[in-house]
């Protein structure tokens, strides 16, 4: 199984901040990943796939890079509705793609 | 906006069953590929199981293999994940998601979800 480890678990920040969260595969998974983010009691929302497409209707303070096995996500500009957790997901898999165990982005 | 309600969890004792559904509104769902992801209390997400649009093929988390079976109702908009077995480590919430891959025949990444159902198996 290809393991999926994010980093950090948790990040402090301040509204207006960059951050970035960072996902790393255990093997090589092309640009087959997928980000997500989850608030308390909601089911997860789509931002990102293929590593770097952009979800219609997601905001373009979003972004994704890399391929391979180190991926990135970063948010400039952080406004108080991002505070929430974050999920990376490889779908490389032919059946049934893993997660990241998520970053959770706190207001400092 | 596409909408995924899904229904049927609860409290459950160890070696029970449950059926839960998810139906589905705004959208053409028998053009959609179909899964069922899960989240322990507190933990990260786990894929549980995949249909594609027709039914065939399906495929299994290992987790849940011979003890979980997917379905769906094209014509009750509707998908369902019947759970037997059930153990302590099968609670979570369950959600739906719609799978955004182009009918590729397996899973992929997952575009819309529903707001999930609470599954507790204790005794």
């Known amino acids: 199984d290809i393991q999926m480890t994010q980093s950090p678990s948790t990040l402090s920040a301040s509204v207006g901040d960059r951050v970035t969260i960072t996902c790393r595969a255990s093997q090589s998974i092309s640009s087959w990943l997928a980000w997500y983010q989850q608030k308390p009691g909601k089911g997860p929302k789509l931002l990102i796939y293929k590593a770097s497409s952009l979800e219609s209707g997601v905001s373009s303070r979003f972004s994704g890079s890399g391929s391979g096995t180190e991926f990135t996500l970063t948010i400039s500009s952080l406004q108080s509705d991002d505070f929430a957790t974050y999920y990376c997901?490889?779908?490389?898999?032919?059946?049934?793609?893993?997660f990241g165990q998520g970053t959770k982005l706190e207001i400092k | 906006e596409v909408q995924l309600v899904e229904s049927g969890g609860g409290l459950v004792q160890p070696g029970g069953s449950l059926r839960l559904s998810c139906a589905a509104s705004?959208?053409?769902?028998?053009?959609?590929?179909m899964n069922w992801v899960r989240q322990a209390p507190g933990m990260g997400l786990e894929w549980v199981s995949y249909i594609s649009s027709s039914g065939s093929p399906i495929y299994y988390a290992d987790s849940v293999k011979g003890r979980f079976t997917i379905s769906r109702d094209n014509a009750k908009n509707s998908l369902y994940l019947q759970m037997n077995s059930l153990r302590a480590e099968d609670t979570a919430v369950y959600y739906c998601?719609?799978?955004?891959?182009?009918?590729?025949?397996?899973?992929?990444?997952?575009?819309?979800w529903g707001q999930g159902t609470l599954v507790t198996v204790s005794s």
């Open positions: 998601a719609t799978d955004a891959g182009d009918n590729s025949a397996h899973p992929e990444y997952f575009q819309h």
């Open positions: 705004r959208f053409t769902f028998s053009s959609y590929e």
């Open positions: 997901q490889q779908y490389n898999s032919y059946w049934g793609g893993t």
